[in-house]
């Protein structure tokens, strides 16, 4: 984070910074296979910003 000068905005999951974050409905470690079935992936962030997911409705997906 220091190198890339960004500290302030990664580094950790808290408002106001970015993450990449994928919210499964069960522990992967257990099961990889539900990375397989889109409707076990509630939702995907990418730089904070919700962009798919099967808890997102899919119209309104990219709009702003």
């Given amino acids: 984070d220091e190198v890339l000068g960004a500290e302030d905005l ?3 999951i808290r ?4 993450a990449d974050l ?10 990889p296979a539900i990375l ?3 409707q076990r992936i509630r939702l995907v962030l ?4 919700p962009v798919a997911g099967a808890d997102l409705d899919p119209p ?3 709009l702003s």
């Fill in 10 to 12: 990664i580094g950790s």
């Fill in 15 to 18: 408002p106001g910074r970015w």
């Fill in 22 to 31: 994928v919210v499964l409905d069960a522990d992967p470690l257990r099961d």
């Fill in 36 to 38: 397989l079935d889109p």
């Fill in 46 to 49: 990418r730089n904070g910003v």
């Fill in 60 to 62: 309104s997906i990219g």
